[in-house]
T-cell receptor
Framework: AQSVTQPDIHITVSEGASLELRCNYSYGATPYLFWYVQSPGQGLQLLLK??????LVQGIKGFEAEFKRSQSSFNLRKPSVHWSDAAEYFCAVVRTGGGNKLTFGTGTQLKVEL | DAGVIQSPRHEVTEMGQEVTLRCKPI?????LFWYRQTMMRGLELLIYFNNNVPIDDSGMPEDRFSAKMPNASFSTLKIQPSEPRDSAVYFCASSFGQVGTYEQYFGPGTRLTVT
């Protein structure tokens, strides 16, 4: 069965610093990959997605993610974090040809220090 | 579009009572999903529908849970009888198409507390 691992439960960065959130997946073939963000008291919002093609994908709010097949990773990055980026971030995967079911990681809680 | 609408936003009920959560998906979307989010188990898919038909309910925890989608613009998740361990945030999400996009639009959630 496919799985998604987000090894960092909590991350704290200073405003203006760069950010990288880690995501590893376990699946034989290349799945579809996603990053979602959840602000407090809100539902999840899609930041970006990877299906195929260019392994560096751009998303909303200045985020990007890079798919690395050799490492089974899909890490999320942002060059300069803003205080409003404080939220919980979820990596998710859909097995190609496996219907429309997202499997979510456990999430990484981002705290931004001013 | 108003996005996915869920009601109520908060529900407090006593153990043994019936609880009904409601969802209105985005117009034109043909997939609807129900998720449950808890600290212990994270975000879990309970059930999803395609064109109003339940496709996979393997995530429904037990027979106390049931979900319906009588038409393309409305779905309910019912818990009867409710138990304290059902306390969680329940999200509804919708999307359009299976291939090419898996962007699911989430509602704001219903926070359920069972005392």
């Amino acid at each position: 069965a496919q799985s998604v691992t987000q090894p960092d439960i909590h991350i704290t960065v200073s405003e203006g610093a760069s950010l990288e959130l880690r995501c590893n997946y376990s699946y034989g073939a290349t799945p579809y990959l996603f990053w979602y963000v959840q602000s407090p008291g809100q539902g999840l919002q899609l930041l970006l997605k990877y299906f195929s093609g260019d392994t560096l994908v751009q998303g909303i709010k200045g985020f990007e993610a890079e798919f690395k097949r050799s490492q089974s990773s899909f890490n999320l990055r942002k060059p300069s974090v803003h205080w409003s980026d404080a939220a919980e971030y979820f990596c998710a995967v859909v097995r190609t040809g496996g219907g429309n079911k997202l499997t979510f990681g456990t999430g990484t809680q981002l705290k931004v220090e001013l | 579009d108003a996005g996915v609408i869920q009601s109520p936003r908060h529900e407090v009920t006593e153990m043994g009572q019936e609880v009904t959560l409601r969802c209105k998906p985005i117009s034109g979307h043909d997939y609807l999903f129900w998720y449950r989010q808890t600290m212990m188990r994270g975000l879990e898919l309970l059930i999803y529908f395609n064109n109003n038909v339940p496709i996979d309910d393997s995530g429904m925890p037990e027979d106390r849970f049931s979900a319906k989608m009588p038409n393309a613009s409305f779905s309910t998740l019912k818990i009867q009888p409710s138990e304290p361990r059902d306390s969680a945030v329940y999200f509804c999400a919708s999307s359009f198409g299976q291939v090419g996009t898996y962007e699911q639009y989430f509602g704001p959630g219903t926070r359920l507390t069972v005392t």
